[in-house]
Structures are given as structure tokens and as C-alpha cells.
């Protein structure tokens, strides 16, 4: 484990970073915290379930409190909804709910590797049916009206490669605006290393812009992924819970957060949750972020182990604030 050092200077241009959506840990307040540290473009939220008819519109004010502000966070980085599914009709009659309450276009999830979601047929177990992935994007495609975007996020395949060259065919002639890939396939889930080299031959074959996803954590390894990819765009995650202010660190702009900043961030997000609606869970999300953190910091591994066996608010915030 070591402690943060300065950054060097990208040497190769830095494209779009958008922060990446995770199931449980990227909600509107962790959204809100780190886009305001600045360097994003966009930022997507944790994915909405599709089943098989259209939701009300308070689940989609519940994943995005943005759609009330205009669908921007505080610091006014636009906001895309995701939405997980595989029933074509379905997805596109709540991407048209999601756009007209003002979700900066519709991202569609074929990349999660959750057990229970691939069990219902979800996410990255749709890599195995290509034809799928195209009937859900071009539904969605047809119902949004230009010039919205339709993203995908997407893996490299179920257990191999097999059919990445038509999972792309298929996703180019639905007609998405952008495809973001996280450099592995389902069942190598976050394994080391992210095969960034995969990404050059996708981007030769797609028609639309293709964003790098994995192991980017500092300025080095996203001028290496940008090298191995041809991707100039980045898509940032778990190395945006472990540092921060990672995009500005990554466009070059700042060095690594110190502890003390990091831990100046960490009382202004248990303010977020202990007056906010989520106050009753927010023991187990400052230990969920800390583990993130104690990858990077020193002080946060001696910070979480303090307050692992911590079952109240109170408690947490008091050791945070010493």
C-alpha cells in the first residue's frame, strides 16, 4: 500500500471522463461529492431493473433526485439514467419516461456481472444473445428522438471473445450513439489485469465513439489504457472511489489528494448521509467507501479498522472529525 504521489503530466490527450455507474456505492450524494471536485463530463447512475411494463415516475426521482435540478448534479455535470433489461418494448417505454423527465440521454447496461441479475437475464448474460442486444438498443433507439443519446456499457463477452465482432455489428446497426467497454469479459469480473488492447480492434470496428472502462486509477495507467485502446475517452470507477479527485488527476490538473483532504471529504459526505434520507445506512456506505479508500491511503485502512465494528452514526462521524 503507498501513499499517494504527485502525478506526471499526461502526455497523450485526454478525452471525455465520465463517472461510472455502481450498483450500490454511486448514488446522487456520492454523484453530487465527486463531480463537484470537477474533471467529469457526465456521470451515470446506478442501473434501474426493467422488467416487463413501465415504471412511475418516482423510481426514476429516487436513482436520479437530479431529474429535479434540471438532470445535473450541484456543479452541473449532466446525468444519464441506465436502465437493465431484455425486454425491448419495455426499455423503450420507460427511456421515453427518462428523457422527457430530463435524463441527459439513456444508458442501457449489458455489462453487469452480478449473479442475481444475470440469473434474471440481465445485464452481461445478454452478451450471449447478440440478436437480443440489438432488438433492446434499436427499440430504445426508435422511441428516444434524436438528438438524445443512447449509450451501451458492455464487457468483453460472457466467458471468451467469441462473439464480440457480432455483439459490435449488432450494436452498430441498432444505432447507438456511444459504447463504453470494461476491458474484460463476466467471467473474469475484476481480475487483473483489464485488457485494454482488446478495445483498439472494437473501436476499428464500431461506428460510434468507444469509451475505455477498467483499472484506470492514476495519470499512468490512463495514458497506458488510452495507448493500448486508441480510446481517448475514459470512463472512471473503483479508482474514482480510491482517489477522489482522479479526474482532475488523470487530465493532469491536480496531484493525488492528501489524507487530510481526503479526510476533509469524508465528514462533508457524512454530513450528506446523516441528514439525508439514507442517514440509517450510512455506517455501511463510509465503510463500503473506506474500503475503497485503505487501497491507496495508509490512513484509511487505520480509519476503517476504527470503525468497522461501528454500528451507529454518531459514533462514525465523532472518530471522523478527531
Keep these: 500500500m503507498s501513499q499517494p504521489t504527485s502525478s506526471p503530466q499526461p502526455t497523450a490527450k ?4 465520465i463517472l461510472a455507474p455502481m450498483e450500490g456505492v454511486m448514488d446522487h450524494l456520492m454523484r453530487d461529492l465527486l463531480t463537484a471536485l470537477g474533471g467529469y463530463d457526465l456521470c451515470v447512475t446506478e442501473f434501474i431493473r426493467i422488467v416487463d411494463r413501465g415504471l412511475p415516475e418516482r423510481v426514476f426521482y429516487r436513482y436520479a433526485p437530479e431529474l429535479y435540478h434540471g438532470g445535473v448534479t450541484s456543479n452541473g455535470t449532466p446525468v444519464r439514467i441506465q436502465l437493465l433489461g431484455q425486454e425491448p418494448a419495455a426499455m423503450a417505454e420507460n427511456a421515453v419516461t ?9 444508458d442501457l447496461n449489458f455489462g453487469c456481472p452480478a449473479k442475481a441479475v444475470n440469473k434474471s437475464r440481465g445485464g452481461a448474460s445478454l452478451l450471449k444473445q447478440p440478436e437480443l442486444i440489438y432488438q ?6 426508435q422511441a428516444v428522438p434524436q438528438p438524445h443519446v443512447v449509450s451501451a456499457k458492455m464487457r468483453l463477452g460472457w466467458d ?3 462473439l464480440l465482432d457480432e455483439t459490435i ?12 467497454v470494461h476491458a474484460r469479459t463476466k467471467v473474469q469480473g475484476y481480475k487483473p489485469p483489464a485488457h485494454w488492447h482488446e478495445l483498439k480492434a472494437i473501436r476499428q470496428r464500431a461506428a460510434m465513439p468507444v469509451i475505455a472502462n477498467g483499472d484506470i486509477v492514476d495519470a499512468d495507467s490512463a495514458q497506458r489504457c488510452i495507448a493500448a485502446s486508441g480510446c481517448q475517452h475514459l470512463m472512471l470507477g473503483r479508482g474514482a472511489l480510491a482517489l477522489p479527485n482522479l479526474a482532475q488527476v488523470v487530465r493532469g490538473s491536480e496531484k493525488a489528494m492528501t489524507w487530510s483532504q481526503v479526510q476533509a471529504l469524508l465528514v462533508r459526505y457524512s454530513h450528506y448521509e446523516v441528514e439525508g434520507d439514507k442517514g440509517l445506512y450510512y455506517p455501511n456506505r463510509i465503510k463500503q467507501w473506506l474500503s475503497y479508500l485503505r487501497q491507496r491511503y495508509q490512513q484509511g485502512d487505520e480509519l476503517f479498522k476504527s470503525i468497522r465494528r461501528l454500528k451507529r452514526s454518531d459514533e462514525i462521524v465523532a472518530i471522523l472529525c478527531r
Excluded at 428523457?99 to 439513456?106: D, K, N, Q, T, V
Excluded at 433492446?136 to 433507439?141: D, N, W
Excluded at 455489428?169 to 463504453?180: K, P, R, T, W
Design 98 to 106: 427518462a428523457i422527457e423527465l430530463g435524463s441527459a440521454g439513456i
Design 160 to 162: 471468451d471473445t467469441s
Design 136 to 141: 433492446v438498443i434499436h427499440a430504445v433507439r
Design 169 to 180: 455489428d449488432a450494436i452498430n446497426q441498432a444505432g447507438a450513439s456511444s459504447l463504453v
Design 14 to 17: 485526454v478525452g471525455q471522463l
